[in-house]
């Protein structure tokens, strides 16, 4: 198995549970790795080929940017859900992270696994 992959993804969004945070915009940060068979890609070099990691970038910006959950456990299911029914991941790992969120701590958030790996 072959991973394309997404580094830290900043993303300005609402996001949290308590009042303050409902009438803010806070930046949180995903990191994407997606199972992918990139020999077909590296045969043709042709994009049609490939897992897209632009156009999956952009469709999860779009996601986050509109959405206002309350926990970061949501947000990190549905852009998962998302990845995997729009652009056919068979299996992701995904780690989702609130930089600052935690006093004494650069970030906090959630790390999950998706699907099957084969
Ligand atoms: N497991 C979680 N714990 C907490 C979350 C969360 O989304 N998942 N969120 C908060 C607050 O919104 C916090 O980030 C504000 O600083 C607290 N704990």
Redesign the pocket.
Known sequence: MDIVYISDLKVDTV????DW?RRIRQTVSLDLEMAADIRRAAASDHIDDALNYKAIGKRIIQYIGDSD???????AERVAELVRDEFGVSWLKLRLS?P???RGSRD???IIERGERS
């Not at 996001?15 to 308590?18: A, H, P, Q, T, W």
């Open positions: 996001i949290g549970i308590y945070e959950f309350q926990l970061v456990e949501t947000l609130k600052g969120a935690l906090v958030g959630v």
